[in-house]
């Protein structure tokens, strides 16, 4: 509690004493229906101990400490960092948001506490502010999903061409239509779970609930955060994603409400960067180093670039060269960039390097000539991976 408000993803929010009966520092009942005071994290069910209602995972946008867990008694773990592990075309951007670009990151070393804690809770919320690259894509992507490594998902929130779906069961899973996509404007969805059915809320707003979805939380084994595809591979989705979080609890309406107007607080007041949309004829690339060469150790490489600018669609650039960052490599994966050739134009997306510190640690390789007052661009554009047959590899040794 401060000052009279609630604490939801780090920020206060001032919200009616009515609300606050309802918040999670209030008395509140629990899926059995009994109330318990103090903290409504942790609600104790007729003639037994406590249990903890409450996050199990949380993605912070604090780039120091990028996600909190809990385990299934409400206590922090993994302090004093952790973040997700990824495999495959996924970046992650600034203030510690995640950009999908078919590949995944997952929750690996968290299994057995988001397990537990789903278990006690009988209930559960996902919720998540979700940028989709496009209104409509091929196919169902996974967005985020829940399920051991090696069996299928147990929950999933996906894209279905041109709609946000969710997916929930172990043998006979349902599929629940949420909302349909009318353009790539980004959202906060909130998904409860629980009994007496499922809800959903885009934005804060209720827009569509059902009947109970006939599982039970309590069967389910240990399981993974999967943010992407899934853990085969399959179900790509391109997109960004911050603030995802995961309760063992069903969010009241003023909760989910809340939480929505919390994260879409904290997004707005953020300084806008600016970007440039333009074509550009390629001049001159950096020589890289390859992922294989000896000593090497990193899984990503941004080269430095230099382009004859064609024509400014968007933005404002009055140079007639630029510099661009851009990735060559990504988990070892090759990119088209990587084969583009000197005198080729393309079309780019890029906003100033130097608002990127998520980008400090990576490995950037820039040969060309020195220019002290050249500016440096980052590239924003779709990443495709090469098709296997044309992925560069080591030559063989005589």
Known sequence: MQDGGIVIGGRPVVVAAAVLALAFGACRRDAAGTEADGPASRAAPAGGKAVYRGPLLEMTGDETQPVRVWNPAGKRVLDPYYAFERKGLALVGREASLRLEGG?????????????GLRNGGAMTLAAY???????????????????????LLFALMQDRDALTFRIGRTKPTTVALFALTSAKPCHVVVTVAPKGIVVYRDGARVGGRPGPGTDLTTWRDGMLILGADAEGRRPWRGRL??????????????????????????????????????????????YPMPWDRG????????????????????????????????VYVDRIFVTNSRNKIGATRRLTVEPLDVNPQLSTIQRADTLDLDIDALVYYDLSPLEALPPSKQPKPKKEK
Do not use: H, M
């Open 104 to 116: 995944r990151f997952f929750s690996a070393g968290a299994e057995e506490y988001l397990g537990g």
């Open 242 to 287: 911050e603030r995802v979080t995961l309760y063992n609890t069903a969010l009241s309406p003023a909760e989910a409400k809340a939480l929505a107007t919390s994260v879409r607080e904290e997004i707005g007041d953020r300084e806008p960067v600016p970007r440039i949309e333009l074509t550009g004829t390629l001049r001159a690339r950096s020589k």
């Open 130 to 152: 979700v940028r989709p690259a496009t209104a409509t894509q091929k196919g169902a992507g996974c967005i985020v999903g829940y399920g051991p490594a090696k069996a299928d």
């Open 296 to 327: 090497f150790t990193y899984r990503d490489v941004l080269c430095v670039c230099e382009y004859e600018v064609n024509t400014v669609i968007r933005g404002e650039f009055e140079g007639r060269r630029i510099r661009v960052a851009e990735w």
